[in-house]
């Protein structure tokens, strides 16, 4: 018999009711959602970073932000190595709007984790209690669950977003869905290799990273680390909760190392342990005798099962979180016979080293790790990697020229052992007066031993030479070839259309017009060919006497005119401009010339010196400051000139503000940018009395 519930003519539940409960059910879940968020939100902090890194040989300094949460009142905050990755300079904002210095407490690039301090000395208001946010247990969440992901992305605004859980331990694998994929966030670091990813649909915001996934207890269960087209990955609150206090405790997380990577056995025929997939050279595994191809089925007398690729990061755990140093033994079958080795495990070295700028020499260099020599087949890490090199710098004009992937042994006959020694050689290098012609550097590339000469070059950039004045017409052309004459009515003269003429200058007191196409000069028929050259003109007006005479054939409105126009010198073009580099601001400035003048409308009254170029994260590029600005004042002190300017820098270094106030002109508008200086400390001379 059919139930009553599922007849036709049984009576339905009055909508009132069904309203009424969805409404009810409704108002509870945004309840629930609220009172998490509100227990996560206020330890939210938004992340600036200043970076550093390297490339083209040389320097480069940028800008990043992330997300970080407070998870304790000493104020520390947790979020990804990928946000703090060569970071040299970090501020975090908090709920109140408050900006604090920070500093790096420990990175862990194999979890993609990292751990900042506030300083707390920074609060407006002394002994404040900060708003700290706890970790919850991973371990219990289940597909279908309910996430918030949070974070302060796009500057400072906070935001939260609503998913489920889809998978509790992702991993990523390779085409065979079987070997587990090295994940690398930046060339030559992996990491993920003991994660199992939390991935939800919860939307992640650019600058999201680091923020943490909450549950609706409004505890932190993951850390979100990838995310994009609706899907997203987090580090699990458990394994961020270990390495969290291994990074505070240590400043890094201590891990052991034994030499192998694993494959499941699902698809090997094997009915029990994990197969080792391969044995890195001169590791405990192989001086233990273990071999690519080896089962193990025990590990310190404990059966091992490894089935499927999920099952592979704790196990890499499990040995990694063995002390370093301790004795493992492995119970493994080779051929269908049963052995035993026994290894001592060694600390697990970092992959990628630290890494620096000669700038002089027009290169940068990184340190060699264990793994770089494993993967660059190298005998050892001795030595310094060439990292980079800047077109057209000492180093890309040694003979022969250094490149990309060598390897510096001796620099004049002395070994450099790493890259610290490296950069000891460099800087007693630069300090000799005078600096040697040539150095001799001995470097390792492909397995052959080479040896190169290197010129050094002043870090101190001379201002280009200035060309000798010569003659010159103070007017702007345009080549007027073929094409366009015959468009223009009069296919047979060709020559140079006068697109601007030049005030103050003799020509703006002769007869010539924009739009007079000059035919001739000096009775030579001008025909250029091509746009390559536009500057023919100016070339031959070069080889006449300065403060002479040009005789110039002139076709205006159709009618062919002679005029004769007085001669003077050639103005200073910005490529030949004297020019100032403050390294501390990381500021490029030059001198205003003629031209600059002309194009910008500006008159002789006003001055200054024109930003060329400007560190994005430097001191002046933090300020707001751009290049194409237009300094005209720096503090109380007026600049008129180059030499203005480099004693306005000079009296700021002296006496070190907190805060200096650029007056630039940008456009038509004048701007008060401030700067915020981060002095480094100085110490007197032992011998000098202190100053009051």
């Excluded at 089935?307 to 493994?332: H, N, Q, W, Y």
């Excluded at 060709?494 to 000069?521: C, F, K, Q």
């Excluded at 194009?599 to 002789?604: A, G, M, Q, Y």
Aim: hydrophobic share 35%; glycine share 8%.
């Amino acid at each position: 018999m059919m139930d009553s519930a599922l007849r036709a003519d049984a009576p339905s539940a009055p909508k009132a009711t069904i309203s009424g409960d969805i409404e009810h059910l409704r108002e509870g879940l945004r309840q629930i959602i609220e009172g998490a968020r509100d227990r996560v939100f206020p330890a939210l902090v938004n992340i600036n970073v200043v970076t550093v890194d390297y490339w083209d040989g040389k320097e480069h300094k940028g800008n990043s932000v992330g997300s970080g949460t407070i998870i304790s009142a000493d104020g520390y905050v947790i979020t990804n190595q990928h946000v703090t990755k060569n970071g040299k300079k970090f501020r975090c904002t908090l709920a109140d709007k408050q900006e604090l210095p920070a500093k790096l407490i420990g990175e862990d690039p194999l979890t993609d984790l990292a751990v900042l301090q506030l300083d707390l000395s920074k609060l407006k208001t002394k002994g404040e209690k900060l708003p700290v946010a706890a970790f919850g247990d991973s371990d219990d969440l289940r597909v279908g669950d309910y996430v918030m992901a949070m974070g302060s992305p796009l500057a400072l605004s906070r935001s939260v977003t609503l998913g489920i859980v889809s998978n509790t331990q992702r991993v990523f694998v390779g085409n065979d869905a079987d070997d587990l994929e090295e994940l690398e966030l930046e060339s030559g670091q992996r990491t993920g290799l003991f994660t199992r990813w939390i991935q939800h649909d919860a939307l992640i915001h650019p600058g999201n990273s680091g923020g943490p996934l909450v549950n609706l207890k409004g505890e932190i269960i993951g850390i979100n680390e990838l995310g994009g087209n609706a899907i997203g990955f987090a580090i699990p609150s458990n394994l961020a909760r270990s390495v969290f206090e291994a990074l505070v405790a240590h400043g890094e997380v201590p891990r052991s190392w034994i030499g192998v990577s694993f494959k499941p056995i699902e698809k090997t025929g094997y009915d029990r342990g994990v197969l080792v997939n391969s044995v890195v050279d001169g590791s405990p595994a192989t001086t233990a005798g273990i071999k690519a191809g080896d089962v193990i089925v025990k590990i310190n007398n404990e059966p091992v099962t490894v089935r499927f690729a999920e099952e592979v990061p704790p196990l890499m755990k499990r040995l990694a979180d063995l002390p370093i140093g301790s004795s493992v033994r492995l119970t493994f079958e080779r051929a269908g016979q049963s052995q035993e080795a026994e290894l001592l495990t060694q600390k697990l070295e970092k992959d990628r080293g630290d890494e620096t700028a000669l700038r002089a020499w027009g290169m940068t260099a990184e340190e060699i790790t264990e793994r770089m020599a494993r993967e660059y087949r190298l005998d050892s890490t001795a030595g310094a990697m060439v990292s980079s090199v800047r077109s057209g710098g000492p180093a890309q004009l040694a003979e022969p020229p250094l490149s990309y992937g060598d390897v510096i042994r001796r620099i004049d006959g002395q070994a450099i052992t790493d890259l610290a020694a490296l950069v000891e050689r460099y800087k007693s290098i630069m300090d000799a007066k005078p600096l040697p012609e040539y150095l001799l550097i001995e470097f390792d590339r492909g397995g052959k031993n080479h040896i190169t000469l290197l010129k050094p070059k002043p870090e101190d950039d001379e201002d280009p030479p200035r060309e000798v004045p010569k003659a010159w017409i103070g007017v702007a052309t345009q080549p007027v070839i073929d094409k366009l004459a015959r468009q223009l009515g009069h296919p047979d003269s060709l020559g140079y259309r006068i697109t601007r003429v030049y005030p103050r200058t003799l020509a703006a007191e002769s007869d010539l017009r924009v739009g007079d196409i000059i035919t001739a000069l000096d009775g030579q028929p001008l025909r250029p060919r091509g746009m390559q050259d536009a500057g023919l003109f100016a070339r031959q007006l070069r080889k006449l006497d300065v403060d002479g005479d040009a005789k110039l054939s002139v076709l205006r409105d159709g009618q062919e005119l002679e005029l004769t126009v007085k001669l003077e010198r050639t103005q200073i073009s910005p490529q030949e401009a004297r020019r100032e580099r403050n390294r501390d601001f990381e500021l490029n400035v030059r001198e205003i010339t003629f031209f600059d003048r002309d194009e910008n409308r500006w008159d002789e009254n006003v001055r200054g010196v024109i930003v060329e170029q400007v560190e994005s994260a430097g001191w002046a590029g933090l300020g707001g400051i751009q290049s194409g600005d237009l300094i005209i004042r720096i503090g109380d002190r007026e600049i008129k000139s180059l030499r203005s300017y480099r004693n306005a820098m000079r009296a700021v270094t002296r006496q070190q503000p907190d805060r200096v106030v650029f007056v630039v002109l940008r456009g038509v508008q004048t701007r008060f940018q401030f700067v915020e200086p981060d002095w480094k400390p100085t110490l007197e001379k032992a011998d000098e009395p202190s100053k009051e």
